[in-house]
């Protein structure tokens, strides 16, 4: 009798792929090879499917099982895999691995995050960066796991769950998702004085990079340095990016959440495949005892920082992110970054913060990798020492959940005699090698207490303010008034202007008149808050690391149908000249006839592109293009944002009508193809006001 076959029956012959040459064959996990892949064992072609059918359960039974639990903080986020280079020794302050030579390299896995949103949340909300690095390094790993601003919201790690809880969506209604927009997130922090200096930072542009490349990262928390002969000095760790810091306007960042909700996630790919290597390098504020003494703040405190002006950074270092992962799950999600990470050379410092991370990350993979062996997985497995000897760590734990390793021998203790030279189960401590904690001196009673020098919360707010751009300090202002008017209870809203009075009465009287609220007193304070002297450094706009440049940035080019050729080829080759990426956007992508008769593919679509996508924006159209284009929303919209996102806009003459339809007004940014390459290395801040009414 022949026996009838899922090949025999309607599939239509096109749905089976077969294994031949090129192509081994498919198999379960167990390595049974599998004969047909597209259809359920059935009682007759067309008869009910059968229990029996353990290839289709195995394949169900696995994808039901596809998602583990998200990250409970910094659940959304992109990575890449680079390479770290010290770039200048500093062994005479560290005896870390990674710091000894110039030149010599280190690989990386670098994560940027979001914190409050969920997995699936938004590349662009108002939140904080997360920003952590993993160090392969010859001597461990080292998770070096920061934010993109330098200083944090709470004092004691205590503090967390109630701050998350907080700012995460509410408890009973589910929303907002991503956003710190809310009652329960401000009534929390007008609740918590020690957290207005990190409240200026997260009102202001950082919260809102214009890509992960274009943030600084700050290890936040005061590390030690440990040397050779056993001493210790003080470190803060700074990223400094080399594409320069740059930011998006609240209005852009909202309609780029909508256009492209992995808008920073694509960049971080595209970048890469493109050559186009994030890079950061990195720098240290050095610092001993005595200086930290001298401080008006405490360094253990990490809700402050030490201004680049008092004591400057010195860059020891470059990270290049040169390769994006091959898999999403099994690399970025599956990454563990600890803080307690650490190598031969570098330590903790008793900032409570720091103190408390140090337990919870360890503690959160267990649920969330779901084993004590989450080391084993390639992400977080060391590369190192032990690696070079055939396995990335040597000891004698064993067993547990998904253990993949299979260790030989008896020796699953230590000491043990019976493991010789080499054989599985020899590993030795090594008290000239192993990890040196440095041995402060510690004594005091037993007591759930703050110090008094941790008491000053508004002197370092009221420094961040003073020192931005008068540009950020509206933003800051604005961002503020935004925040607060979506707070319903009004007492919330009043003890957060209570508390800004503290920060500046400017900046109180701001908020105070967007909110149409009278300014209540200002709330009692602890410490007197005092006048630092502004650090510059601080600022984005008009700041150090803000550059004009067209190197790694992208140009829309607006063309339709009769789009110069030889003005659009131009622009193009031009553009690329200076590094930047030039991209067409047109009515219709598949081809686009040019004014020579020839045809081009656009690179997007105008519907799909909208100008918050890019840097700058060309327009370069025919009259009888730009007479269409005029009642096309999409297109006028496309230069009105621009415009009002304060882009340059190069337009060649036949475009004027639509430029004129979307309300440009000329300025400095506004020009003609010639001068666009140069206009395009910038934003105008100054246009802002004829804009926009920020507060
Ligand atoms: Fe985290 N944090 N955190 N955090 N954090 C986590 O660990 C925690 C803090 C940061 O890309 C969790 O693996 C406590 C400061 C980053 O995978 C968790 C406290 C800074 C990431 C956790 C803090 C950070 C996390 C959740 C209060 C900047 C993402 C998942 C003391 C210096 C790392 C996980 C990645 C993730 C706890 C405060 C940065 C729950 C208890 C300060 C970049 O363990």
Redesign the pocket.
Known sequence: MTELTSRDAGNGGETHQTADADHPVLTTNHGTPISDNQNQLKAGPRGPVLLEDEIFREKINHFDHERIPE?????R?S?AHGYFECTESLADVTIADLFQRKGQRTEVFT???T?AGGAGSIDTPRDVR???VKFYTREGNWDL???NIPV?F?Q??I???DLIHAAKMEADRGYPQAATAHDTFWDFISLMPESTHMIMWAMSDRTLPRTFANMEG????TFRFINKEGKSTFVKFHWKPKAGLASTIWDETVKIAGADPDFQRRDLFERIERGDYPTWELGVQLFDEAFANSQPYDVLD?TKIIPEEVLPVRIVGKMVLDRYPDNYFAETEQ?????SHIVPGIGFTNDP??Q??L???T???LS?LGSVNFHQLPINAAKGRAAAAGCPFMNQQRDGHMQMAVPKGRANYEPNSLAKAGEPGGAREDAAKGYKTFPSDEEGQKLRIRPESFADHYSQARLFFRSMDPAEQAHIASALVFELSKVSLEHIRLQMLANLRNVDEDLAARVADGLAMDLPPASPTAAPVLDMAPSPALRIIRGPLERHTLEGRSVGILIADGTDAAELNALKKAIQAEGGHAMTIAPKVGKVPLSDGSAVAADAQLFGQPSVTVDACAVILSEKAAAKLVKEAAAVQWVMDAFGHLKAIGASAAAKPLLDKAGVEADEGVTDLSGFVEAAKKRYWDREPKVRTLA
């Open positions: 990250r409970i903080v910094h659940a986020g990575a994560r940027f995050s914190v997360g920003f952590a796991v920061g934010n944090f709470i004691d790690a503090k967390f769950p700050f290890g936040v928390h990490a990454a563990a970054f600890v803080p913060l720091l408390g991370r337990f919870s990350y503690d959160t993979q969330r």
